[in-house]
């Protein structure tokens, strides 16, 4: 599975911005989509997922509030995943990349998003928030 995040940039603490992931048609409906960062000397943590085709959505406790998930799997062309990030904080900062996996959300979120259990990755988008 090909995956492309986009939408990264430089943005002002308070900010907002959406990232895209997006994957050839018919192919995310299968799986739970999860978005993880990675900031400069940690290690990458998830922070959001989205089952396939129920639609359910789940936040880590750093980014509920102010991230949202979604998913259109209905164009034509592609499915893509978004993140729609407001109130932007300089912690925020980070490499942001997708990801899938068969498992589930709930599972994800019950074993802290593990990096081991997801089966493909994009290639990152950079997130920078100014203060």
């Known amino acids: 599975v090909q995956l492309v995040e986009s939408g990264g940039g430089l943005v002002q603490s308070g900010g907002t911005l959406r990232l895209s992931c997006s994957a050839p048609?018919?192919?995310?409906?299968?799986?739970?989509v999860a978005w993880f960062r990675q900031a400069p000397g940690q290690e990458r943590q998830g922070v959001s997922c989205?089952?396939?085709?129920?639609?359910?959505?789940?936040?880590?406790d750093s980014v509920k509030g102010r991230f949202t998930i979604s998913s259109d799997l209905a164009k034509d062309s592609e499915d893509t995943v978004y993140l729609q990030m407001t109130n932007l904080k300089p912690e925020d900062t980070a490499t942001y990349y997708c990801?899938?996996?068969?498992?589930?959300?709930?599972?994800?979120?019950?074993?802290?998003?593990?990096?081991?259990?997801?089966?493909?990755w994009g290639k990152g988008t950079l997130v920078t928030v100014s203060s």
């Open positions: 990801a899938v996996t068969e498992l589930s959300c709930t599972y994800l979120t019950r074993t802290g998003y593990q990096t081991s259990d997801m089966d493909y």
């Open positions: 989205i089952s396939g085709t129920a639609g359910m959505t789940f936040y880590t």
């Open positions: 048609k018919n192919t995310l409906e299968d799986y739970a």
